[in-house]
């Protein structure tokens, strides 16, 4: 089971959305809600801080895709931080590195 | 609006009360339980339907649902109000009688039925009186919504409103229930249809497949494809649509199906991906997929190969270890519009085997990505593409599986 959380935080003007364990499709479909209220707000951007996430897979992945396209569609952006090695791995190998500003 | 909206705290002490000594009550739940397993949807609806008309003393019972998440109910079984279904009335959650059920997730007593209070005008032509109805809930999801009807004026109770909410999660249990088998018989049906139900027989490349649904989940939207166009260009695909479900197997279908039909238009694989690309960003918008694809043409010596996001094909020449092979992977399809496109050559003499597959071979939860390719490219030889499957599957596959799983192996005949 996954012992997925998210907590919303405060850095700077974007909000930082904090992710933990795996993030598969039980869970793909929270993490994008939880992103999508996040970009709701007035502020400038969004930071998803991914130091937790011990899995992802194509899923987890959609979701990062789809936040990231919102956020673009208003004029938004959207940083992943703290990208644990695994992760940075599957970006990699799913030609998504250059789609995500990683920080 | 003559309206009631009732107090779930009253309504949950009647629940009780009623649940225990209603006989009437008692014969609805029975023939749920025992007919769950025996009748289709709209039998079991219909004959739900007729129970809670005669428990309820009403002329009038309809059941409408919404389809998938859709702001819109639309009627779905009717016993004394079958027009309803036979014209395939539509109501916009939020507009008048169920629509505010919907909205309000809440039951509703009605004691004026015409144009001001309802949204549906066969409602009033029949001349109902008195109605009441009850949302459908699933997970505190609104799926549809119950409801009954009077000719005569003689209004519903609380006791009526316990006793429709109770028949009303027996509905919503029995819908959900058999919703979800129908979708992954269907997913699965619809999945192994797409699947090539035999490879081409082509001079010159020896061809093998594997498809494996996913144990504990339902369907994803994995396929593998492998064709010859008039004139013997050959294409070799594999992708994944990512997301499970009816609808994953659906949108696989149509990808597959438009990127065949751009490989009759173009012959070089990055611009059919990029063909492809398009189309999933127009038309399946907000859907990510990975997709590698293959193409060469006779006596299929040189290969050009394109991969959008997609796990890298495994590569072995006849007596030399196995290699993934590098190829400039860009964004899976639907991420990026103005994505380049581009591909390489591999060259594939006598002998030599390619393999390409998708995820679900490789992805465990424990062990990173890169310890599972090392492991899938040290099992693979250059043996026929039947054996090489096969010590494939055996030795990749040690547990049950979370994701499909397609496998495609081909050789160049030694």
Known sequence: MADFQITAGEHGAASTLHVAGELDLAVAEELRQAGLSCLESDDPGLRIDLGGVTFIDSTGLGALVNLRTVANEQGKTLHLVDVPAEVNRMLQLTGLTDTFQVA | ?????????????????????????????????????????????????????????????????????????????????????????????????????AATKRPVILDRIDSTTVANPILWEKGIQTMLGVPLLHDERLIGVLHVGRLEQRPFTEHDTVLLQVAGERVAAAIESRRLAVEVAAARELERSLQPARLPRLAGIEFAGRYVPSERRAIGGDW?????????????????????????????????????????????????????????????????????????????????????????????????????????????????????????????????????????????????????????????????????CRTVMHRLIDAPTDDDIAVLAIRRTP
């Open chain 2, 224 to 388: 593998y494809d492998a064709f010859v166009l008039p004139g013997g260009r050959l294409w070799v695909v594999t992708g994944d649509v990512a997301g499970h479900g009816l609808n994953a197997a659906v949108v696989m279908g149509r990808v597959k199906s438009a990127l065949r039909s751009f490989t009759l238009v173009r012959d070089h694989a990055a611009d059919v991906l990029a063909l492809t690309d398009r189309k999933v960003h127009f038309f399946e918008f907000g859907t990510m997929i990975t997709v590698v694809v293959a193409t060469a043409i006779p006596p299929y010596d040189r290969w050009e190969i394109a991969s959008a996001g997609h796990l890298p094909p495994v590569f072995v020449g006849e007596d030399q270890p196995a290699e993934l092979l590098r190829i400039p992977v860009g964004p899976p399809l639907g991420v990026e519009l103005s994505t380049e496109r581009s591909a390489v050559e591999v060259t594939l003499a006598p002998g030599s085997v390619m393999l390409f597959y998708t995820d679900g071979l490789v992805e465990r939860r424990q062990v990173p990505m890169d310890e599972r390719l090392e492991t899938l490219r040290e099992t693979v030889i250059s043996d026929d593409p039947e054996s090489v």
């Open chain 2, 1 to 101: 609006m003559a309206q009631r909206a009732l107090c779930e705290a009253s309504a949950r002490r009647y629940y009780r009360r009623v649940s225990d000594r209603d006989p009437a009550l008692e014969s609805l739940l029975a023939v749920t339980d025992t007919s769950l397993t025996e009748l289709d949807v709209d039998d079991l609806l219909g004959e739900l339907l007729s129970r809670i008309r005669t428990i309820l003393d009403a002329d009038t019972a309809a059941v409408l649902l919404r389809e998938a998440d859709s702001e819109v109910l639309i009627a779905r079984a009717a016993r004394g109000l079958e027009d309803e279904v036979r014209e395939g009335v539509l109501i916009p959650v939020g507009r008048g009688f169920a629509g505010a059920i």
